[in-house]
């Protein structure tokens, strides 16, 4: 057992604790609370002056898949020969031994929701894992957590550099609309004959691959940086009645309104660096905070290798420097993307029975950039300590 006592507990499930402890036995969360007994035998750690959170929680990254510190040889993410690759799974390319990995635990952040890049019309499957670990199979909270499908600039331009569709918005649109159809004509094809006790139609790898997301299982996790294509998403979306998360979202502030009618989660960054194309012309730190205020569910995100997954802490403090109020910001690094990817009953929050992925930080990452993490916990385990 291992008793974290006298830090400044964020739960965030509830009230911040400014003298708390956290009790975790066998890889959970058992108590949160105040002058918490120590049964004989349990290590203490006395996090007196410190803050104690839980584990940061990115909503969209490629780590593993977009290796650091490598070029043409790491880069797992893109299969961009076929503008429609939902079979493809991100647990199948993922290097554990990346050493951003390492990296991102020893800021704090203890799971990321990691896959495919933007290639494709239909990239292939999220997964979330913890980032502690030699081996993948062992580090999943779950697979799949999302169906990624892309939008605006990144299509069009890897197509129409092999000459092939889509070339334009629309036939981004058409194609995944296409497939989609063909989709759902197949799970219904397959229950008719499951319930008539008939011969299944012929077996096809990429429609299996999107029964998940018909089923709302699993959403489409939609890479959409420009307001018209943030609502293609929304449109399509609801054409086929299945769930969304709007990701990267660029021009959120600028149509924070009609998102929060919406509901869908936004998933907001990359946001520290250059304007690398026009289509992210709008990006702005401001963004999180002015969606949040009009009521989205904003989780930060690094896109990760584009912004290294360490400075994720980083990025929440920018959006609080340039408005977002920082309970929300926290937020938006924890309990929000645990929740919006369907992985809040494992992370995300302190509370009893969930995994105990804990950070003991020294200051507070989102207002001084000067403070680190100086103990993180994965499934009760110590995997960095300064």
Request: with cysteine; aromatic share 4%; hydrophobic share 40%.
């Amino acid at each position: 057992m291992i008793l974290i006592k006298n830090g400044y507990v964020k739960t965030m499930a509830g009230p911040d604790l400014p003298r708390g402890d956290v009790l975790i036995e066998d890889g959970k969360i058992q108590a949160v609370g105040v002058d918490l007994p120590s049964p004989e035998g349990t290590q203490v750690i006395d996090a007196a002056g410190r803050l104690v959170t839980p584990g940061i929680v990115e909503a969209h990254c490629h780590i593993g898949l977009d290796n650091e510190g490598m070029g043409w040889e790491g880069h797992d993410y893109n299969e961009a020969v076929d503008p429609c690759t939902p079979h493809l799974r991100a647990i199948d390319s993922i290097n554990p031994m990346d050493e951003a990995f390492g990296n991102a635990v020893k800021a704090g952040v203890t799971t990321a929701i990691t896959g495919p890049g933007s290639a494709n019309v239909l990239g292939g499957s999220f997964v979330a894992i913890k980032l502690h670990g030699k081996r993948v199979d062992d580090m999943i909270v779950k697979d799949p957590v999302a169906m990624k499908a892309a939008f605006g600039e990144n299509p069009k331009r890897v197509y129409s550099n092999a000459k092939k569709a889509p070339t334009t918005r629309m036939g981004t649109a058409s194609v995944l609309r296409e497939i989609l159809f063909k989709a759902k004509r197949y799970l219904e094809d397959k229950q008719a004959a499951e319930e008539k006790g008939e011969k299944l139609p012929p077996f096809d790898m990429k429609l299996e691959a999107l029964i998940p997301v018909l089923k709302k299982e699993i959403p489409l996790k939609a890479h959409a940086h420009r307001a018209d294509d943030i609502f293609t998403s929304i449109r399509i979306a609801k054409e086929f009645d299945v769930r969304l998360t709007l990701d990267h979202c660029t021009d959120g502030s600028l149509i924070a309104d009609e998102l929060a009618k919406e509901g869908y989660p936004a998933f907001v960054g990359p946001s520290l660096g250059q304007k690398s194309k026009i289509e992210l012309v709008n990006k702005s730190f401001e963004t999180p905070g002015v969606l949040n205020r009009a009521g989205v569910e904003v989780s930060i995100i690094t896109d990760a290798p584009v912004i290294p997954l360490q400075y994720l802490p980083l990025c929440a403090g920018m959006a609080v420097a340039s408005g977002m109020e920082l309970e929300e910001a926290w937020k938006a690094i924890t309990i929000n993307p645990a929740r919006a990817n369907g992985i809040a009953d494992r992370v995300g929050s302190l509370e009893p029975g969930k995994d105990a992925d804990v950070v003991i930080f020294e200051g507070d990452p989102l207002r001084d950039v000067a403070a680190h993490a100086a103990v993180t916990l994965i499934d009760g385990k110590i995997v960095y300590s300064e």
